[in-house]
């Protein structure tokens, strides 16, 4: 029990940190598609931690199961959307940062 | 029981907010958003003071109504914004200044 | 513990005061949309803080996602109507602010003491209300074994308030009335969706009638109810609109208006048919209350999710006159309309 206890712990604590890590690469990368790049690797990453986390806490495999299938459509809708705004900022003639 | 009266003031803070928003700024969208700012705070105050009792699971009454009023606020904003793109069509901008009424 | 939830309910606070205070002034329009729909999540986030998670899952659908595809969408048509993107307003505002310098300041100043006023009179509304008050809470208790339900919220919004529930699904209806008579679906320039959006939509929709099916279920016993599974199936709509999706001229006729009407009619026949039998408007008998909610429920979802569609789409759709070719209505009734590509 304990040991799960504080896997879980550290799981969390390591979602958290790419989380952070993710939002200080928004606010400080230099264009759209860096800003981009910095929040779908780096989060998708840290929710995957966090969802790990969590499901060892998890009381039954349903919950369980639901946490994975978050995971998943995160993963899916993120980078879809990222794809998505990439190419409009194209198309918007946003030039790349060099 | 701090965080109840924490979140309280925080609602009336957005609902003066969008109050000084709603007069203060001549763009119709910006209006529109300001709106919905003072009802989330109206919201926020009501759905805090239904978890003012300790112990005891909040008030479900209150949560009803504030998710009837985010459904309807939805409604509001979509035909205000029908509107908006009307005002723009007719008169060429989005807002309402003295002489585009006439 | 007790101290770090402080915390965090300060810095949850203060996070939603500055985002809307940015939301309000930032000069771009398109910001303060974006910044308006991170308001909604952490509005969401605050009603999970305060117990409430019925409303955390409308917020987070509705009010931030719904209202902030309906504004996106509301400023790409002001933008696209001459030409340039209308989305700096300060050249707008400007031939506006120069006619008012005069007065400019004093105004602000006396607004400000009226709206610091107004806001004193509430603070001290509040903090002189009574404590330990309790509400209404006990007597939803008391009467949920025969509501029919056991999720206190949907047993208010279904039962105890369906004066109130009815009535706002008629507004609803009412809003789309409302947008349809100001003109028809505007004729706009299609850009293609491309492969990745189409993808993502043939995955996500028939997913996100499932997760509207599940919620609309689980709304009996548990957070969830026909609010939050409509607008689901409103995103799903939204979503087939984005993705260059259209009804056909024979959807838009009267399967869309049937499916439009069909929760304030199911509402409506269930209350009339206990009139008849001799009880009052909208008062169910407790045996059979909860199939009748259900029943209720799945027709306001469906009405709910395709008006919130419709409302995105803006204008009224063409449809054909059922003069020549009546629709035929023995067809078994699927639960999402189906949509044609428009070309």
Redesign the interface.
């Known amino acids: 029990m304990l040991v799960t206890e504080i896997l879980s712990s550290l799981l969390l604590i390591a979602g958290a940190i790419f989380f952070l890590a993710g939002t200080v690469g928004l606010l400080r990368f230099p264009d759209v598609y860096t800003r981009l790049h910095a929040l779908t690797k780096a989060d998708n990453v840290g929710l995957g931690l966090v969802v790990a986390g969590l499901v060892l806490q998890a009381e039954s495999w349903t919950v369980a199961g639901k946490l994975l299938l978050i995971w998943l459509l995160v993963l899916l809708a993120s980078a879809s959307i990222a794809h998505l705004v990439a190419k409009a900022a194209r198309k918007k003639g946003i030039e790349l940062w060099k | 029981m701090n965080n109840i009266y924490l979140y309280t003031i925080v609602g009336m803070g957005l609902f003066t907010l969008g109050l000084y928003a709603v007069i203060v700024h001549a763009h119709l969208l910006r209006k529109i958003l300001a709106i919905n700012v003072m009802g989330s705070g109206v919201f926020l105050v009501l759905v805090a003071l239904a978890a003012r009792n300790q112990g005891t699971a909040p008030d479900p009454v209150p949560h009803a109504m504030v998710i009837t009023g985010i459904v309807v606020a939805v409604s509001a904003t979509a035909l205000a914004l029908a509107l908006m793109l009307r005002v723009r069509a007719k008169t060429g901008q989005a807002e309402l200044s003295e002489e585009s009424l006439e | 513990m007790t101290l770090l ?2 915390m965090f ?2 810095l949850l ?1 203060f996070s ?2 500055w985002l ?2 940015q ?3 930032s000069p771009d ?1 398109f910001r ?2 974006v910044l ?1 729909i991170a ?2 999540l952490l ?1 969401a986030l ?2 999970i ?4 998670p ?2 955390a899952m ?2 987070a659908s ?2 931030a996602g ?2 902030g595809a ?2 996106l969408s ?2 790409a ?2 933008g696209s ?2 030409g340039s993107r ?1 989305i700096l ?1 300060k050249k ?2 400007a ?2 602010m120069t006619e008012n310098t005069k007065n400019q300041l004093p105004f ?1 100043l006396l ?2 003491v009226l ?1 610091l006023a ?2 004193a009179g ?2 001290y509304v ?2 002189t ?1 009574p ?7 006990i007597l ?2 008391e009467n949920l074994e025969s509501s029919g339900v056991s999720n ?2 949907t ?3 279904l039962n ?2 369906g004066y ?2 009815l009535l ?1 699904l008629s ?2 209806l009412l ?2 009335l ?2 349809w008579s ?2 028809d679906m505007t004729k706009q320039h299609e850009s293609f969706p ?1 492969p ?2 189409s ?2 939509s043939r ?2 929709v028939p ?1 996100l009638i499932m997760a509207a099916g599940y919620l609309l279920w689980v709304g009996a016993h548990a957070p969830g109810g026909a ?1 939050q599974a409509g607008s689901l199936l409103g995103a799903a709509g939204v979503l087939l609109l984005l993705a260059g999706w259209r009804p056909g001229t024979r959807l838009a006729g009267l399967p869309l208006r049937i499916s439009l009407v069909l929760g304030v009619a199911a509402f409506v026949a269930a209350g009339m048919v206990f009139i008849l039998l001799g009880r009052q408007f909208l008062e169910y008998p407790p045996s059979f209350a909860g199939v009748l909610i259900l029943l209720i429920e799945a027709a306001a979802t469906l009405s ?1 999710g395709i008006t ?1 569609a419709a ?2 789409l ?1 204008g009224r759709p063409k449809f054909s006159q059922p003069k020549f070719s009546r629709p035929k209505l023995n067809q078994p009734k699927s639960s999402q309309p189906k949509f044609r590509r428009h070309k």
């Not at chain 3, 803080?49 to 409430?52: I, P, Q, S």
């Not at chain 3, 404590?131 to 809470?137: K, R, S």
């Open positions: 939830q402080l309910d300060t606070g939603l005061l809307a205070w939301a309000l002034t329009l303060a949309i308006f308001f909604g509005m605050t009603w803080r305060l117990d409430a019925d409303v409308a917020e509705i009010g719904l209202t309906l504004l509301a400023l048509r002001l109507k001459n209308a307003e707008h505002q031939g506006s602000r607004l400000m709206l107004v806001a509430l603070v509040v903090l209300l404590e330990n008050i309790p509400g209404l809470g939803v208790e206190p919220v047993a208010v919004l105890y308030r109130d529930t706002e507004v609803l809003t789309l409302g947008v100001l003109g491309g990745v959006l993808t993502l995955l996500l997913l609010f709910i919130l409302l995105f803006g």
